[in-house]
């Protein structure tokens, strides 16, 4: 009795088996164009995406490193204006492969040379744009170009919005080579505000979190001062 029910069970599991198959078969038979027209699409969106690595993407960023390097000279020499603008010559400046390549590693490397150029010339708002356009995900890199966007900020006049850049950049660094530089811009930034007892939070923090570095061992002048401030 036993072996009949499970030769039913059987039988009927090949007949659902079957069933799907036939389904499936007639309904490739039926969409056969769709199917088809599917793979095609697949495919062709693969073969652009491929294309565009090798034929445009790649070679684009050559010729972005290319037009980059010439700007990078200038700007070494402290020539910050014919970096950003160029020579008028065979240079077009970092503006122009912004504009050109942006998308490219050299033209988001552009963005961050623009924006110091602009810091440099002092037009805060052109480099606070540039600078905030810029990505990285380097651990020096990134915290140094927040860190700059606090100077272009407290260079401007706006004092607590460049300490908040200058928080955020010793947040991202969190070590003793950044991180108490930008807590000691902190410390003055809070003074020149004549909030001293601020002031003495981000020296002591230097004091406290990053005895080893620099910034450290001439701390204590800060710290006294911003206390003797704030007692008076």
């Known amino acids: 009795m036993a072996n009949k029910e499970t030769?039913?069970?059987t039988a009927t599991a090949e007949q659902e088996v079957g069933e799907i198959v036939s389904r499936s078969e007639q309904?490739?038979?039926?969409n056969k164009k769709n199917i088809t027209f599917g793979i095609i699409a697949i495919a062709i969106i693969i073969g652009a995406?491929?294309?565009?690595?090798y034929l445009y993407s790649i070679p684009k960023n050559k010729n972005a490193a290319v037009a980059i390097f010439k700007g990078e000279h200038y700007f070494m020499k402290d020539s910050f204006n014919l970096a950003l603008h160029g020579n008028g010559v065979d240079y077009d400046g970092f503006e122009q492969i912004i504009e050109q390549y942006g998308g490219t590693k050299a033209g988001n490397l552009a963005k961050?040379?623009?924006g110091i150029c602009y810091y440099k010339t002092g037009d805060m708002e052109n480099a606070i744009k540039h600078l905030k356009s810029f990505k990285s995900d380097d651990d020096n890199i990134s915290p140094a170009?927040?860190?700059?966007?606090?100077?272009c900020y407290v260079e401007s006049g706006d004092v607590r919005q460049g300490i908040s850049y200058f928080e955020k950049a010793a947040s991202k660094a969190d070590n003793d080579f950044l991180s108490p530089v930008y807590l000691k811009k902190i410390g003055i930034a809070y003074e020149s505000l004549q909030q001293y007892d601020n002031a003495v939070k981000a020296y002591a923090a230097i004091k406290e979190k990053h005895a080893a570095s620099m910034e450290a061992t001439d701390i204590e002048k800060y710290i006294i001062r911003a206390q003797m401030s704030a007692s008076k």
């Open 49 to 53: 995406i491929l294309a565009y690595n």
């Open 27 to 30: 309904f490739i038979e039926n």
């Open 145 to 151: 170009i927040t860190g700059l966007i606090g100077d």
């Open 7 to 9: 030769g039913k069970k």
């Open 112 to 114: 961050a040379y623009a």
